[in-house]
């Protein structure tokens, strides 16, 4: 294969993912590579300046080349992974690690940034360039530069472990997903669940079960059946296997939905289908990985010379110390507390003398609070979902941020990596381009779960002009049927707005340098500003009325369920909290005062934080842990917490335009200059109070979920 017709490694314009295979990935990273050794000894060499046109930008550049190709590759592992691709993943993922390593402990580059820093041209720099070298050189020493020889080849060691280890963690979580499947054949075992739902189930059998209909764990099915589904037993049954992913429970849970399949259909059809993948579950059991995670993010603090992972994690952040981010959360628990056990008694005292559910169980929970949902308010999820088909979603969030930021967005045409994903153009209300947007929304079984954003190309100043930024917006929801349109719940309306929050924080950045530019350079736990404060906006009514329209009648969402909507709000919202506090506690003394290797286990401190937070607590077997992609897979370890505290700041500068009109291009105006377009060039803190007129305060997020005692 000649390298010049490599699609990794052209960088003329947007990726062209149809035409990348995984036979060019290794020839790609290790040209890519020897250019970034190159180009780090030719800029070390003492002969080079230490200024940042001679040094800091073709630096800059060299790398920019490597981050951009194997962002595609990490981004192809993510929604459309094959074999093939996960081993040639996996097999350069470790030079990519190493390299990164080495930048951290290269002397002659630190010393390079420092001579910047020191030198007279640095007071001449602009706030943002000078941000940068101080981040610069504040990740040096968070990778271990001033570690001695022995000290830093451990810590080198440390960190490819980690990451082959994140990675091996996530493919077991999405291994163990797929692998997981119910064929019911009596659709009596199926009622409750709303017809759009069965229909694609229907689909999903296939040839395997062309009389029934297939249940998996991928959200579109799974939480619809939670929700849904009268059957207590398959609740039962599919919760069990959910919370039971990648862990060395996970085989019996496969096991006893095979007995209950059995027990609708012919026992040897089932037990023929899926025994291979109850022996294959084996493999799959995270809990190994997670005590080896935890014991080299402890020794590798303590090389850097912290008492535990988390005093090392929020060094960037902006919450200052663990002791503050516990303290924090612990008051957000006790405020929670009465509103949490209020939702549950209420909860269970509805289920047993409405449902006949004397003891409510935790796959009854789902099921009991829709019930509790439709009765007090009177409309179901599934009534409100007929409204939000996909083009009308799309089509109201972007005359949303229009109006707000003055820009537009339009349809355009690029080349993708899947036929369902939507291309877009973003450009200035003079027709300036401003970004690029690829839209992502169905699942599928080679996409990893959740919803996420992700860059494709930073913004930057080059020689010859500005780059845009290039986003990627991914999502899980369940996609059209048969003739129908996409439908989209509420709740994914508002993951929609969040992960386009994070969108427009990357794609309307107005700085030049990729160390600040969008995204970067942003503290992790102000990150979720912008993407929580986008959430608010599915909420009011000058914002539904004009993204909604009936699938099969084609009228607007009525405002007599819109009011009923609102209504519901915070039905249960304090038992929400708590949920989000257990999980971050449970991170953050994880990551902060627990013993890895000791006679506790992470499932003994979960036990711990329950007890103290949460009013629902699961069966034994479940194994939470075993799926936290978030702390264990992603980049959320010790930073779990930035969710709740980011959102103390989108709540409290949601309230500005709740003072002056939600659709007020002024305050929106405000909101880009002060917090969209300045990314990581200054401190999330100033910019907020910049655009707040004052520091931030936690009662309109009490408020907001109504938890504000009169």
Known sequence: MKIDANPLLDFAGLPRFAAVKPEHITPAVDLLLADCRAALARLTDPATPATWHDFVEPFEDANERLTRAWGVVGHLHGVLDSPALRDAYNANQPKLVQYWTELGHDERLFAKYKALRAGAEFDRLDAAQRRIIEHELRDFRLAGAELAPERKRRFAEIQDELAKLATRF????????????????????????????????????????????????????????????????????????????????????LAEALRFEASLRGPATAAARAAPDAERAREWDNTPLIARMLELRKEAAGLLGFASHAEVSLVPKMAESPRE?????????????????????????????????????????????????????????????????????????????????????????????????????????????????????????????????????????????????????????????????????????????????????????????????????????????????MENFCWEWEVLEHMTEHVDTGAPLPRELFDKLVAAKNFQAGMQMVRQLEFALFDMRLHHDFAPGGARTPLDLLDEVRRKVAVIVPPAYNRFPNSFSHIFGGGYAAGYYSYKWAEVLSADAYSLFEERGVLDPATGRRFRNEVLAVGGSRPAMESFTLFRGRAPNVDALLRHNGMMVA
Not at 189 to 206: H, K, Q, T
Not at 215 to 235: F, G, H, K, M, N
Not at 409 to 421: G, K, L, Q, S
Not at 465 to 480: D, H, K, M, R, S
Request: charged letters at 30%; glycine letters at 6%.
């Open 170 to 253: 996530s493919e077991n979580v999405l291994d163990a997903t797929n692998a997981f499947a119910l064929y019911v054949e009596d659709r009596a075992e199926l009622a409750g669940i709303p017809d759009d739902v069965l229909a694609a189930a229907r689909a999903a059998a296939g040839r395997d079960s062309p009389e029934g209909w297939k249940i998996t764990l991928q959200a579109p099915s799974y939480v619809p059946v939670i929700q849904y589904a009268e059957s207590r037993r398959l609740r039962e049954r599919i919760y069990h296997a959910y919370s039971t992913r990648a862990s060395e429970e996970y085989p019996r849970a």
């Open 325 to 533: 981010v516990l303290d924090f959360l612990h008051d957000l628990a006790e405020r929670s507390a009465p509103f949490a056990r209020r939702d549950y008694a209420e909860l269970v005292e509805f289920a047993r003398a409405e449902l006949g559910l004397e003891k409510l169980e935790t796959w009854d929970v789902g099921y009991a609070a829709e019930k509790l949902r439709q009765k007090r308010y009177a409309y179901s999820e599934h009534e409100v979902k007929q409204y939000f088909p996909e083009h009308k979603v799309l089509e109201g969030m972007f005359r949303l941020v229009q109006t707000l930021y003055g820009i537009r967005i339009e349809p355009d045409r690029a080349e993708t990596w899947h036929p369902d994903v939507r291309f877009f153009r973003i450009a200035d209300a003079d027709g300036a381009l401003v970004g690029q947007l690829y839209v992502d929304l169905y699942a599928r079984e080679t996409k990893r779960g959740g919803a996420w954003m992700d860059e494709a190309m930073a913004r930057r100043r080059r020689p010859d002009g500005v780059q845009p930024p290039v986003a990627y917006l991914v999502c899980n929801f369940p996609g059209p049927v048969n003739d129908k349109p996409a439908l989209f719940t509420h709740d994914d309306v508002i993951t929609l707005f969040h992960e386009f929050g994070h969108g427009l924080h990357h794609l309307l950045t107005r700085v030049d340098y990729l160390g600040a530019s969008g995204i970067h350079g942003v503290e992790w736990d102000a990150v979720e500003l912008p993407s929580q404060f």
